[in-house]
């Protein structure tokens, strides 16, 4: 939801998903010309062209994939900076939402931290810290956590 709305914002603001600079940056690194890459990808000249230029948006799912295989990048490397600055400050934003002036001392200090993890290493960071959590406090006790959190955004 929160890369959705990140997303959202983005496009509101006139913001093109994929940056064209970035095709051709990646193109080049791989020692590619423009007409190699169509060749190789299936993505006709003229429609790399416009990309690079950003006279075109980049669209269509298959073309954005064989793109990506043939640039040896995933779709992420591709993406707008804009889109990912918008992305940190939604969050940025949420996670100050979370602290209140009743947080003691050490839920500050876990605030913090799960702040520098998610900025460090993404919902992948994220995700292993719960994996670790639900190991240390038990299945069970894990199970009343969501439970109650479930019953609550109902």
């Keep these: 939801m929160k890369i959705l709305?990140?997303?959202l914002i983005a496009k509101q603001k006139g913001y093109k998903m994929i940056d064209g600079k970035k095709?051709?940056?990646f193109r080049k690194k791989k020692g590619l010309s423009?007409?190699?890459?169509?060749?190789?990808?299936?993505?006709?000249l003229r429609?790399?062209?416009?990309?690079?230029?950003?006279?075109s948006k980049v669209t269509g799912v298959e073309r954005i994939n064989?793109?990506?295989d043939v640039l040896h990048c995933n779709i992420a490397?591709?993406?707008n900076d804009e889109i990912f600055k918008e992305?940190?400050?939604?969050?940025?934003?949420?996670?100050?939402?979370?602290?209140?002036?009743?947080?003691?001392?050490?839920?500050l200090e876990l605030l913090q931290h799960i702040q520098r993890v998610y900025q460090n290493q993404g919902l992948?960071?994220?995700?292993?810290?719960?994996d670790r959590m639900i190991y240390k406090v038990g299945i069970n006790e894990a199970l009343e956590v969501i439970k109650e959190y479930m019953h609550e955004s109902d």
């Design 5 to 7: 709305s990140s997303v």
């Design 124 to 130: 992948t960071g994220i995700l292993k810290v719960l």
């Design 77 to 79: 490397d591709l993406y």
């Design 23 to 25: 095709i051709a940056e």
């Design 87 to 107: 992305f940190q400050e939604h969050n940025k934003a949420v996670l100050n939402s979370m602290i209140s002036q009743d947080d003691t001392p050490d839920e």
């Design 34 to 44: 423009r007409a190699a890459l169509s060749r190789e990808s299936g993505i006709p």
């Design 47 to 55: 429609t790399l062209e416009n990309w690079e230029s950003g006279t």
């Design 66 to 68: 064989k793109l990506c």
